[in-house]
């Protein structure tokens, strides 16, 4: 039996200090068929070049300005195998939790960092793909509920804090917020996003659809005594039997 | 409510303690050649009452604590408290001996009991007194013990947050993420490692030597924070800038060792480190209305997340830091802090005394 060739593992570095980036840059260059694609400053960058170039592997730091590690992970963690790098401990249950590759602790040796590029190699020979749920509450773990919804749009990253967010309605595989009169689609299950929401102020309505009380006007009965929610800006939504209970509930009627 | 009465053993031996007055009192009459059992039927009662009467004492106690200069005052205060109380128990024995004469084996003796009654009048006054007297030491026991606890409390409460200041001023992230900087300094600039260890040793050091003061100057809170800057200075590179305006006289005045520290600190972990193209952090210094004023400025993230911005969180070193001030100065110190949208302040003012 022929061994297959080795595989070019392609890198992307993602840390916002210069000289963290160095020294794992130091490490690399001794290490064969690995190819460093990019080094980012920030999660914004990370999200860019994972739409952008398609690294095999991020070697990502958690704390960062505006999108930390795990929100970077919520954003392209389906389409890229992660090593953190981080000074912090606390954050290895949360890393095993999205199956992450490996954990790394700064400061950490040239040995240790080929020990886990090889693990990320193993993997990759696997074809082993990185589980889709979690991500979203990994990236929230311990903060309570959202506060904003990032949703990628190829290299870009939208912001969108919860308050603007009118609606969100759940599409085949994907879940659509809408903010703002654009939509935006992120590939996640409306039960998770529930979830990740604050149950004061997102009612589950109906199968499909998760509201902003602040949104609903009123409550009407169609033409076939279906109750439809009709939100402040005219939109009419469907209203499900046990949507409307909990909709009663949450108003005290 | 006087505190014996809370407690049933030391009314019971108190009330022993009366009752054993009342008959050694009761040996007086039977000299006089009057029966024991009249004088016994007599006093017991009396004494008991009395020995409830001299209770009161403790509010006289109270309500003249022993002081210096005001000596003549509670002593005329105790003076008639006990003439008063006398006089009470004298028109009560009075009525009790005009009672037991109703019998016929008493009021024989009840007109060679009234002759007693001045001696049972003085006897009454110096009981009182001698009350008075047991109760001031009481008082002055128990405000010792309080002194002494109070003492403690103050002692285990400053220990704690000196303790807490040093962990938190050893943290060990920027610890960790100093030593990765060092790491990558090696290979690509040896010299600059070389710095950063130095840097790193005299903070560590200064950090250390400074905790065993409660106070130091603040020439010298200011060189440690300015170490602590250095070292950033060296993971953030450009992104970390600072401002200084700095009154030179305020450099002798006398500061709790690592009050100031946690503020920088705090204003790089949770403000710079926080923004894309960091900013800058600006330290006022100034004497003010004859306290000394630290204000620390820095920018911060406007849209916080939801997510983590800094492991610890924000306030813990702030909670730190006042909890110092309100140990050390009690009201005469406070640190105020305002959270704009991408502007945090905190400003700290101090007492101020110069170091000698």
Redesign the interface.
Known sequence: MIDAPPLRLRIAIVDDEDLARAVIREYLADLPDVEIVAECANGFEAVKAVAELRPDLLLLDVQMPKLNGFEVLDLVGRDVAVIFVTAYDQYALRAFDVHAVDYLLKPFSAERLAEAVSRARERAGRGERLPIRGLADAARAGHGFAGRVLVRDGPRVHVIPVATVDYVQAQDDYVCFRSGGKDYLKEQTLAEVEASLDPARFVRIHRSYLLNLERLARVELDARENRIAVLTDGRRLPVSRSGYQRLSAMLGH | MHPILGRATWLASYVAVWTLAAILMAAVPTWLGLAWVDSLVLLVPLFLVYSFACLSAWYVCRGFPLRSGVMLRVLASCALAALTASAVWLAIARAWITLLSVTSTFAPAAPRYEEQLPLLFAVGVLLFLLAIAVHYAWLAVEAARDAERQRFELEAVTREAELRALRAQLN??FL??S???????T??DPAGARRMCLLLGDFLRSTLSVSGHNEIRLADELALADRFLDIEQ????PRLRVERRIDPTASACRVPPLILQPLVENAVVHGI????NGGVIRLDIARRNGSLSIAIENPC?A?T????S??GGRGVGLDNVRRRLAVMFGRDARLETRAEPGLFRAQLDLPWSLHD
């Open positions: 060990p992230h960790y993420n030593l990765n900087s060092i790491s990558a300094l290979a690509v060296i993971r953030f590179g480190a926080g923004l894309l993230d849209d997340s939801g997510a983590d800094g492991a």
